[in-house]
C-alpha cells in the first residue's frame, strides 16, 4: 500500500456532460467524509500545469447536483500530451500537496491521467463522464441518459411539425464514433430509420424502407443519423438524396448539435455520478490506483483503464432489430 491519501484533486476534462457537478459534490462530500481534503482543480490538465486549484469543502459544492455543465470547467489541453508538460503538472500536484487524483472524463482523459501515473508514481482513477457512453468498462458513462431524454423530448417536438405537415425530417445527434444516442433515442422517441457509425445500412436500403413507410399510411417520419453515419454523405446530403429520389416525400432537416451535452442531469445520471464518485474515493484510500469506475450489470466495478482505454462498448445490435420490428 502506497503512502496514506490526505487530499485529493479532481478535475473534469475532454467534452462537459450532465452530471459532471453530482460526481464533483459526491467526491468532495466523499473526502469530508473520510476526513481528508479534496482539491478542485479547474480548466482539466490545462488548470494543472497552471496550479488553477481550490479546496472544496461539502459547502462549497451545494446546489451543483441538478446543474448541467462543470464547475470546475473542462479544457482540453495540448501541453498535457508533452513530458515536459506533465512534469509540469506533477510539480503543481507535489507543491499542492496533492497525493491522488480523480479525472472525470473520456478515454483520451483517462490516457492522460494513465501516463502521469506511470511517469510520477502518483494514485489516479478515472470516473466516465461523456454523453457518447462508448466507454469499455461501463454500461452507462454520466451524462449519457440526460442527452438521451434531450434528444427524444426534441425530437417528440420535431414530430409535432412532421405529421403536421406530413414530412420527412433526418435529424442529426452527436456520435462520431458511437451510435449509442442515436439507436437508444431513436427507439425511444419512435424513428422509423437509424443511422449510426457502426452499421452502414445503405442507400438503397433507406429508400426501400421509406418507401414501405409511405405506403404503410404513416404520416411523417423521422430519420435519426449519428453524426459518424457510415453512409459517407452529411445529413443535408442525405436530405438532398431522398428528396431527388423520393419527389413523395417533403424533407427537412434538423441538427441538434450542442444543446444535448446540457440541461439539468436526470435522475439517473445524478445517482449514477454519486455512486461511483463515493467508490473512487473509497478505492483510492483503500490503496487502489489505475481504475475507471463504471456500472456493470447494475453494480459498481473497477476496470483498469488500461482496458477501459483500448475498448470501446459496443452497441447492442438487438435494438436495431428491435427498432425495425416496431417501426413497421
Ligand atoms: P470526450 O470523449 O468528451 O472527447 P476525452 O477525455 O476523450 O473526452 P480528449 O480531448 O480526447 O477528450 O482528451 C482530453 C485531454 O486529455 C486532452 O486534451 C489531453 O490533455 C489529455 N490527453 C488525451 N490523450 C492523451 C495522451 N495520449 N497523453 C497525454 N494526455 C492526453
Known amino acids: 500500500m502506497g503512502k496514506a491519501i490526505k487530499r485529493i484533486g479532481v478535475l473534469t476534462s475532454g ?54 455543465g462543470t464547475i470546475l470547467k473542462t479544457a482540453r489541453c495540448k501541453d498535457f500530451r508533452n513530458p515536459e508538460g506533465r512534469k509540469l503538472a506533477y510539480n503543481n500536484l507535489k507543491s499542492a500537496e496533492i497525493d491522488a487524483l480523480i479525472v472525470i472524463g473520456g478515454d483520451g482523459s483517462f490516457t492522460g491521467a494513465m501516463v502521469l501515473s506511470k511517469e510520477f508514481d502518483i494514485p489516479v482513477m478515472g470516473i466516465p463522464g461523456t454523453i457518447d457512453n462508448d466507454i469499455h468498462g461501463t454500461s452507462h458513462t454520466i451524462g449519457f441518459d440526460t442527452a438521451l431524454n434531450t434528444v ?78 457510415r453512409i459517407g454523405k452529411n445529413v443535408f446530403e442525405l436530405g438532398e438524396y431522398v428528396e431527388e429520389n423520393l419527389p413523395e416525400y417533403e424533407v427537412r432537416v434538423s441538427v441538434l448539435g450542442h444543446m444535448q451535452r446540457g440541461g439539468a442531469p436526470s435522475c439517473f445520471d445524478r445517482v449514477l455520478a454519486s455512486r461511483l464518485s463515493v467508490k473512487a474515493v473509497e478505492s ?25 482505454v483500448k475498448g470501446h462498448s459496443p452497441i447492442d445490435k438487438e435494438l436495431l432489430r428491435v427498432s425495425d420490428i416496431i417501426t413497421i
Do not use: W
Not at 468532495?28 to 479546496?55: A, K, N, P
Not at 405537415?165 to 462520431?176: A, N, W, Y
Not at 483510492?284 to 477501459?308: C, H, I, R, W
Open 284 to 308: 483510492l484510500l483503500e490503496g487502489k490506483s489505475n481504475f475507471m469506475v463504471g456500472l456493470l450489470n447494475d453494480q459498481v466495478a473497477l476496470t483498469p483503464l488500461e482496458q477501459a
Open 152 to 229: 427524444v423530448d426534441a425530437v417528440d417536438k420535431i414530430r409535432d411539425t412532421a405529421s403536421s405537415h406530413k414530412r420527412l425530417f433526418f435529424v442529426e445527434v452527436m456520435g462520431r464514433d458511437a451510435g449509442h444516442i442515436a439507436l437508444n433515442a431513436g427507439i425511444g422517441a419512435g424513428a422509423e430509420e437509424i443511422l449510426i457509425p457502426e452499421e452502414n445500412m445503405g442507400l438503397e436500403r433507406l429508400l426501400d424502407s421509406l418507401k414501405k413507410s409511405k405506403k404503410s399510411g404513416k404520416s411523417s417520419s423521422i430519420v435519426l443519423v449519428a453524426e459518424g453515419e
Open 15 to 68: 467534452g462537459d456532460a450532465p452530471g459532471m457537478n453530482a460526481a464533483i459534490r459526491a467526491i468532495v462530500r466523499t473526502c469530508s467524509y473520510h476526513e481528508i481534503e479534496c482539491m478542485g482543480i479547474f480548466r482539466g490538465f490545462q488548470g494543472l500545469l497552471d496550479g488553477d486549484f481550490e479546496v472544496l469543502g461539502p459547502r462549497d459544492v451545494n446546489y451543483i447536483i441538478n446543474k448541467g
